[in-house]
């Protein structure tokens, strides 16, 4: 039975922000959909979300379909770790000078010259004050420094402006309809920096690990065209070699790939099918390149043997069956 439903996200952009829309392309099982409902559950009564994970997972498209639901603009910021705070707030950019002669009495001139800081806001002010929801994707690859400004917008609803005079005491109210939801990558991952408690206590962490196996094949199929019956296998062996020892990887990405090169050059997921033997191997090993397997950079021998334990379990079940003395079957 099929309980998977296809509830779509097209990004339409529109000045500094984006209109989420329907569009084909996104696959909502059950699975996928217990998450979305328990991040609209936190974000309804105001909590911000933060969706953690490996790299692969889904972490920034399942953001954007919950901010979809929300069903209002939403401003999309990248963590980066060469921000400062005023890429995210603001800055001044420049000054507006204006000069007024008043000649009324021909021998009397009267010049008064006006001079105004020029404020521009970037796109987390522009979030707290029109209401959108904001997206901050791997927000762990921006300094832990850059990101204290949220400190006050998430827990008192405040945004610190840095200078006096932006706003009447220095600071903006956020808009009662912001929301935000963050995305990020574990502290190990290159590029990534410890978050600070303080703001880890601000937002409910979600936890976002591989999909179920329906929810990938769903995917797999949705993304590449392929057929139900290979993009079964396909799956399969990427999760088989997921329990051989890779820690995160393969993800999905590896199943959307070779799906889409099997359909690409008419192939199918099958032990005498060279295209997939040797797309496999391809992709899988990109995908797990630093993993070591007896002391060898690389992991074919666990790329086949995931293939076999798919397409020929019958043989790894003979061969554990063997006793002690016995001669196991050929593979």
């Known amino acids: 039975m099929n309980n998977a439903s296809v509830a779509p996200v097209k990004l339409v952009a529109r000045t500094d922000n984006i209109i989420p829309e329907p569009s084909r392309g996104f696959?909502?099982?059950?699975?996928?959909?217990?998450?979305?409902?328990?991040?609209?559950?936190?974000?309804?009564?105001?909590?911000?979300?933060?969706?953690?994970?490996?790299?692969?997972?889904?972490?920034?498209t399942l953001a954007f379909h919950v901010a979809a639901k929300l069903g209002q603009p939403v401003t999309l910021i990248h963590g980066d770790d060469e921000f400062k705070g005023s890429d995210l707030v603001g800055r001044d950019m420049g000054y507006h000078r204006a000069k007024l002669y008043d000649n009324f009495i021909h021998?009397?001139?009267k010049t008064e010259e006006n001079v105004n800081i020029?404020?521009?806001?970037?796109r987390l002010t522009q979030?707290?004050?029109?209401?959108?929801?904001?997206?901050?994707?791997?927000?762990?690859?921006?300094?832990?420094?850059?990101?204290?400004v949220l400190l006050s917008i998430l827990e008192e609803k405040i945004l610190n402006l840095p200078r006096?005079?932006?706003?009447?005491?220095?600071?903006?109210?956020?808009?009662?309809?912001?929301?935000?939801?963050?995305?990020?990558?574990?502290?190990e991952y290159a590029g990534t920096h410890k978050t600070q408690n303080a703001?880890?206590?601000?937002?409910?962490?979600?936890n976002v690990g591989h999909y179920d196996l329906e929810t990938e094949v769903q995917i797999t199929m949705a993304k590449s065209g392929i057929d139900r019956p290979d993009a079964e296998t396909i799956v399969n062996v990427v999760r088989e070699l997921r329990?051989?020892?890779?820690?995160?990887?393969?993800?999905?990405?590896?199943?959307?790939?070779?799906?889409?090169?099997?359909?690409h050059r008419g192939g199918h997921a099958r032990?005498?099918?060279?295209?997939?033997?040797?797309?496999?191997?391809?992709?899988?090993?990109?995908?797990?390149?630093?993993?070591s397997f007896e002391g060898r950079l690389g992991i074919s021998p666990l790329v086949s043997e995931a293939i076999k334990r798919v397409l020929e379990p019958e043989k790894i079940f003979k061969k554990n069956e063997v006793g002690a003395g016995q001669t196991p079957e050929p593979r």
Do not use: M
Request: hydrophobic share 40%; proline share 6%; aromatic share 10%.
């Open 164 to 187: 006096p005079g932006r706003g009447k005491e220095g600071f903006l109210e956020v808009h009662p309809s912001f929301r935000a939801i963050f995305t990020s990558n574990p502290e």
């Open 243 to 263: 329990e051989l020892g890779v820690k995160h990887r393969p993800t999905i990405r590896a199943c959307i790939a070779i799906s889409r090169v099997l359909v």
């Open 199 to 206: 703001l880890l206590d601000r937002f409910i962490t979600v």
């Open 107 to 109: 021998s009397v001139v």
């Open 127 to 148: 979030a707290c004050k029109n209401g959108y929801t904001l997206i901050y994707d791997e927000f762990t690859r921006s300094r832990p420094e850059v990101n204290n």
């Open 271 to 291: 032990k005498d099918d060279p295209v997939f033997q040797w797309v496999c191997r391809d992709v899988l090993n990109r995908e797990a390149a630093k993993v």
């Open 27 to 60: 696959v909502c099982t059950p699975y996928v959909e217990e998450l979305t409902e328990q991040a609209l559950a936190y974000l309804e009564v105001g909590y911000a979300i933060h969706f953690a994970g490996p790299a692969g997972t889904g972490k920034t």
């Open 118 to 122: 020029l404020w521009t806001d970037n």
